[in-house]
C-alpha cells in the first residue's frame, strides 16, 4: 500500500503518438515518438507482440511522465505507456473516451 501523498507524485498525461516502429534488436519493444503538448519524447514499450506500429500512430494513450528515463536495448525511454491487461495476458492500451489536447493532466 502507497499513501495518497505518495500517489499523488505520480504524473500522467494524455500523449499523442506520432509514430511508431519495430525496434531491430527486441522482439518485444515498439519504439514510440509521443506528442505531449508543445514536448515530444521518446517512449520503448514491450507490447510489439501485440500491436502493428502503424495501427497506433495518431492514438492517444495514457503515460506516466515522471520516471527516471530508463535505457531498454539500447535506447532511452522517457515514460511508460499504461495498458491493462486482459484474461488472456493480452495488453489493452488506456486512452481518453473523446480527444483530448495532447498534454492534458490525468488526475
Known sequence: M???EEFKKVEMKVGRIISA???ENSEKLLKFKVQLGQ??????SGIAKYYAPE???????VIV???????MAGEESNGMILAATD???TPILL???KNV???????
Open 2 to 4: 502507497i499513501s495518497f
Open 95 to 97: 486512452q481518453p473516451e
Open 55 to 61: 495501427s497506433l500512430v495518431g492514438r492517444e494513450v
Open 65 to 71: 511522465t515522471n520516471l527516471a528515463p530508463r535505457m
Open 101 to 107: 489536447p495532447s498534454g492534458s493532466e490525468v488526475s
Open 87 to 89: 484474461e488472456t495476458g
Open 21 to 23: 516502429e519495430k525496434m
Open 39 to 44: 514536448e515530444e519524447r521518446q517512449i520503448l
